[in-house]
């Protein structure tokens, strides 16, 4: 196996358990994210970091930048529901209006 691919098998192997563990405890997701699809989209992400950067992280740390990508992908796509009247309401209280 070259270095490229046994890296990438070690991405998966870290960040599996993190995305089933954050899927496991938060509704959200469940409802709204492919756990397949944000797997791949955090293994290519993460995998712009070197091995060395990676291995830098911490567990507690990894799990608290993973969580924030994955509230961001959940709540981005929540918004592409909403009706152009509850866009409205929404922008109006991120405005303090």
């Keep these: ?3 490229i691919s046994s890296y990438k098998h070690e991405l998966i192997n870290r960040i ?4 089933d563990k954050l899927f496991q405890t938060n ?3 469940q409802v709204k994210l492919d ?3 944000m797997l791949e989209m955090l293994v290519s992400l993460f995998g712009k970091f070197s091995p060395e950067e990676m291995r830098a992280i911490t567990d507690k740390e990894l799990t ?4 924030s990508i994955l ?11 909403l009706t ?4 409205e ?3 109006a209280a991120v405005e303090g209006r």
């Excluded at 599996?16 to 995305?19: K, T």
């Excluded at 608290?64 to 969580?67: A, L, N, S, W």
């Excluded at 509230?71 to 529901?81: F, I, Q, R, Y």
């Design 16 to 19: 599996s358990p993190i995305v």
């Design 27 to 29: 509704s959200l997701y």
């Design 89 to 91: 309401i929404f922008d």
């Design 71 to 81: 509230v961001l992908e959940a709540v981005s796509g929540t918004l592409n529901d």
């Design 1 to 3: 196996m070259d270095d």
């Design 84 to 87: 152009p009247e509850e866009i």
């Design 64 to 67: 608290k930048r993973i969580d």
């Design 35 to 37: 756990k397949d699809e």
